[in-house]
């Protein structure tokens, strides 16, 4: 170690030598070898074991020498060692992967990321919750756009993951050896599922109020009675979901799902690396498994070709991402959360609306509990019962044609939970909630002020309206009316007036009226439904009453 004084003023000098490998490596090398030196050590520390030249032979896609010091970072380094250091060039391509787990982590990633940015203007409380959603929309920068790519993000994750298990499925790759793999990938569905339907209730609107409303009523079915209707207290966090619900919402959805979802992430990453990618289902002898044993000649190593790959996937993906939800895509905001009102055909979540649609069909604690727990634990295990050592398609005719049927009946099932299907909602409700929806603003509060001019309309005469935007309304609220009626009421007829309730407001009231048969099969005036709210032309408030005759 060389020893080099300190100079002092003066010309006196420090009795006390100084260490320094620096200076030493100057004083041998000379300044530019040592500095070159210094920063290839930190290059190779940095990378976990490539130099300044290993980077520069693998940005030039050069062949590697030997041993290869591209699979160093995989062993020695932390965010590379869940990576497989090379592939099989029967992977490499779109087919059989589709890329759909890659998708999964980017999404996971990219929601992380968004999360964090709106997590900084939000406060999970009903008195400021949705305050907060509209100064994100209006004074937070790029707050509008965050909240978008979070939404669409969130969507397109679990469509993402449901399609990897898909197609887990229709390769067979839940077969030996990877059944455990398979196991974490259910687990992963389920709480990217669970993850976002609690997300939904964070905004505080109206949708999100009731969505969750009607899934977390779900934990009633539980039997017995005690169980199910304690369980159903807990999600909700009091007897109607209010501050307690929304912070447990915001803390699974933000702390523990997640985290619970990286956990498992790393377990399924490691799989994937000790069992290799599975190879298309033609390219394997029946009851072998040869995706981890990749020959020389049909490797394609992860740097610099797989890393630049996807690195150009992040980049891609992210830029549309970007552009739709500047152009083409905006996250819903609907009403203010109203326990008292309830909006017509609120419905789960769309990857829950098969679970809407068994409800539909018959008990509660059949349809609602063991059903679905039942489908869950078939799942599970499936790979340790479907054992059959083919995974080729024409081999798995059986297997396949139920993966199919049982999509078809998901999607028929999904279908029953719309509102389209069993429900009965009578007309003048329906119509109503055309013009004026509870979930959204509608066409009479988005009208412009000035089009809304003073009087009384009849639905049926709305080509006679004195404006475009009356036209378009009254024509709406006609159609409304001219549904089939399942009470079997006839002569439906709809009225809409607006009078000038106080300098700066109107106020607009919907009437319906009908025919009815009596008891003695005489046709009587029925009951009519009035709904008036006031319109504002700087702010919409609204208000809701129903009327009898």
Same mark, same amino acid.
Request: overall charge neutral.
């Given at each position: 170690?060389?020893?080099?004084?300190?100079?002092? @003023?003066?010309?006196?000098?420090?009795?006390?030598?100084?260490?320094?490998?620096?200076?030493?490596?100057?004083?041998?090398?000379?300044?530019?070898?040592?500095?070159?030196?210094?920063?290839?050590?930190?290059?190779?520390?940095?990378?976990?074991?490539?130099?300044?030249?290993?980077?520069?032979?693998?940005?030039?896609?050069?062949?590697?020498?030997?041993?290869?010091?591209?699979?160093?970072?995989?062993?020695?380094?932390?965010?590379?060692?869940?990576?497989?250091?090379?592939?099989?060039?029967?992977?490499?391509?779109? $087919?059989?992967?589709?890329?759909?787990?890659?998708?999964?982590?980017?999404?996971?990633?990219?929601?992380?990321?968004?999360?964090?940015?709106?997590?900084?203007?939000?406060?999970?409380?009903?008195?400021?919750?949705?305050?907060?959603?509209?100064?994100?929309?209006?004074?937070?920068?790029?707050?509008?756009?965050?909240?978008?790519?979070?939404?669409?993000?969130?969507?397109?994750?679990?469509?993402?993951?449901?399609?990897?298990?898909?197609? *887990?499925?229709?390769?067979?790759?839940?077969?030996?050896?990877?059944?455990?793999?398979?196991?974490?990938?259910?687990?992963?569905?389920?709480?990217?599922?669970?993850?976002?339907?609690?997300?939904?209730?964070? @905004?505080?609107?109206?949708?999100?109020?009731?969505?969750?409303?009607?899934?977390?009523?779900?934990?009633?079915?539980?039997?017995?009675?005690?169980?199910?209707?304690?369980?159903?207290?807990?999600?909700?966090?009091?007897?109607?979901?209010?501050?307690?619900?929304?912070?447990?919402?915001?803390?699974?959805?933000?702390?523990?799902?997640?985290?619970?979802?990286?956990?498992?992430?790393?377990?399924? $990453?490691?799989?994937?690396?000790?069992?290799?990618?599975?190879?298309?289902?033609?390219?394997?002898?029946?009851?072998?498994?040869?995706?981890?044993?990749?020959?020389?000649?049909?490797?394609?190593?992860?740097?610099?070709?797989?890393?630049?790959?996807?690195?150009?996937?992040?980049?891609?993906?992210?830029?549309?991402?970007?552009?739709?939800?500047?152009?083409?895509?905006?996250?819903?905001?609907?009403?203010?959360?109203?326990?008292?009102?309830?909006?017509?055909?609120?419905?789960?979540?769309?990857?829950?609306?098969?679970?809407?649609?068994?409800?539909?069909?018959?008990?509660?604690?059949?349809?609602?509990?063991?059903?679905?727990?039942?489908?869950?634990?078939?799942?599970?295990?499936?790979?340790?019962?479907?054992?059959?050592?083919?995974?080729?398609?024409?081999?798995?005719?059986?297997?396949?044609?139920?993966?199919?049927?049982?999509?078809?009946?998901?999607?028929?099932?999904?279908?029953?939970?719309?509102?389209?299907?069993?429900?009965?909602?009578?007309?003048?409700?329906?119509?109503?909630?055309?013009?004026?929806?509870?979930?959204?603003?509608?066409?009479?509060?988005?009208?412009?002020?000035?089009?809304? *001019?003073?009087?009384?309309?009849?639905?049926?005469?709305?080509?006679?309206?004195?404006?475009?935007?009356?036209?378009?309304?009254?024509?709406?609220?006609?159609?409304?009316?001219?549904?089939?009626?399942?009470?079997?009421?006839?002569?439906?007829?709809?009225?809409?007036?607006?009078?000038?309730?106080?300098?700066?407001?109107?106020?607009?009231?919907?009437?319906? *009226?009908?025919?009815?048969?009596?008891?003695?099969?005489?046709?009587?005036?029925?009951?009519?439904?009035?709904?008036?709210?006031?319109?504002?032309?700087?702010?919409?408030?609204?208000?809701?009453?129903?009327?009898?005759?």
């Amino acid at each position: 170690m060389a020893r080099f004084p300190i100079k002092l @003023p003066f010309g006196l000098q420090s009795p006390i030598p100084v260490h320094s490998p620096i200076l030493e490596d100057i004083q041998k090398k000379g300044l530019r070898k040592a500095l070159w030196d210094t920063a290839d050590d930190f290059m190779t520390r940095f990378t976990a074991g490539l130099s300044i030249a290993d980077v520069r032979s693998l940005l030039r896609d050069d062949a590697p020498r030997r041993p290869n010091p591209r699979l160093k970072p995989h062993a020695d380094g932390f965010w590379l060692h869940m990576k497989p250091t090379y592939y099989n060039t029967l992977v490499d391509g779109l $087919y059989p992967t589709f890329r759909l787990g890659w998708l999964a982590t980017f999404f996971f990633a990219f929601e992380v990321v968004t999360g964090i940015y709106l997590m900084i203007y939000y406060t999970p409380s009903p008195e400021i919750a949705y305050e907060n959603m509209l100064a994100i929309l209006s004074n937070v920068p790029f707050g509008r756009l965050m909240r978008d790519m979070h939404k669409l993000g969130g969507e397109a994750m679990c469509a993402v993951v449901l399609l990897h298990m898909v197609r *887990t499925f229709l390769t067979g790759s839940y077969k030996k050896p990877r059944q455990f793999t398979w196991l974490t990938g259910v687990i992963l569905l389920a709480l990217t599922l669970f993850v976002s339907f609690f997300g939904y209730l964070l @905004p505080w609107d109206q949708l999100s109020l009731w969505a969750v409303t009607i899934g977390a009523s779900m934990a009633e079915a539980f039997p017995p009675e005690v169980v199910g209707r304690n369980l159903n207290l807990l999600v909700r966090g009091a007897p109607e979901i209010g501050a307690n619900g929304l912070l447990r919402a915001y803390l699974i959805h933000v702390v523990l799902f997640p985290f619970i979802m990286l956990i498992v992430i790393g377990v399924h $990453y490691y799989k994937v690396v000790i069992h290799g990618h599975s190879l298309p289902p033609e390219a394997e002898k029946v009851g072998e498994d040869t995706a981890s044993k990749i020959p020389m000649e049909s490797r394609v190593y992860f740097m610099p070709k797989i890393l630049t790959r996807e690195l150009f996937y992040v980049t891609g993906l992210t830029a549309l991402l970007i552009v739709a939800c500047m152009y083409l895509y905006h996250a819903p905001l609907e009403p203010h959360a109203e326990s008292l009102v309830t909006p017509l055909h609120i419905t789960a979540p769309w990857y829950f609306l098969f679970l809407q649609g068994m409800l539909k069909l018959g008990d509660k604690v059949l349809w609602g509990v063991i059903a679905p727990g039942a489908i869950t634990n078939l799942l599970l295990v499936l790979p340790y019962i479907e054992v059959g050592p083919s995974r080729r398609y024409g081999d798995r005719r059986i297997g396949l044609s139920i993966g199919a049927a049982s999509i078809a009946l998901a999607a028929i099932l999904s279908f029953m939970g719309t509102p389209w299907y069993g429900v009965e909602t009578p007309v003048e409700q329906e119509a109503i909630a055309d013009v004026i929806p509870q979930t959204e603003p509608g066409p009479i509060r988005t009208a412009p002020w000035g089009e809304l *001019t003073f009087g009384q309309y009849r639905a049926a005469d709305w080509a006679g309206a004195p404006t475009p935007t009356l036209q378009r309304i009254l024509h709406e609220f006609e159609e409304g009316l001219g549904r089939p009626d399942v009470q079997g009421r006839a002569n439906f007829e709809g009225f809409l007036t607006i009078e000038d309730w106080q300098p700066g407001l109107k106020r607009v009231t919907l009437r319906v *009226t009908w025919l009815a048969k009596d008891p003695q099969g005489d046709w009587v005036p029925g009951e009519y439904s009035e709904f008036a709210f006031v319109h504002q032309e700087a702010l919409h408030k609204v208000t809701t009453r129903a009327a009898g005759p």
